[in-house]
Nanobody, 122 residues
């Protein structure tokens, strides 16, 4: 019903920047929260940043505050994660997460992107 397509991952040197994108498509009536998670090698899945609906303040993991910025374009059903001052410990597969309602009568459900690899290395 709802498909998420991520892009923007890759290899970057420490101190560099990347911008991830996640576009939602398919049967979408309404999108609530949008966010990004990541899972590093041998680590658990963790929340990186989230953007609640209604103009509520965005939330960030302590490890990325001041370096990462989440944004969303509601007209395009797209969320972005601008990552600056990247560190080797940011290396992970990054997943987009969206809470969307396919129809007026449907409740919100959680959808996941396929994941995009971000590698920070010199």
């Amino acid at each position: 019903q709802v498909q998420l397509v991520e892009s923007g991952g890759g290899l970057v040197q420490p101190g560099g920047s990347l911008r991830l994108s996640c576009a939602a498509s398919g049967m979408i009536f309404s999108i609530n929260a949008m966010g990004w998670y990541r899972q590093g090698p041998g680590k658990k899945l963790e929340l990186v940043a989230s953007s609640p609906s209604g103009g509520t303040t965005n939330n960030y993991a302590d490890s990325v505050k001041g370096r990462f910025t989440i944004s969303r374009d509601n007209a395009k059903n797209t969320t972005y994660l601008q990552m600056n001052s990247l560190k080797p410990e940011d290396t992970a597969v990054y997943y987009c997460n969206v809470k969307a309602s396919p129809t007026y009568y449907s409740s919100y459900e959680t959808y996941w992107g396929q994941g995009t690899q971000v590698t920070v290395s010199s």
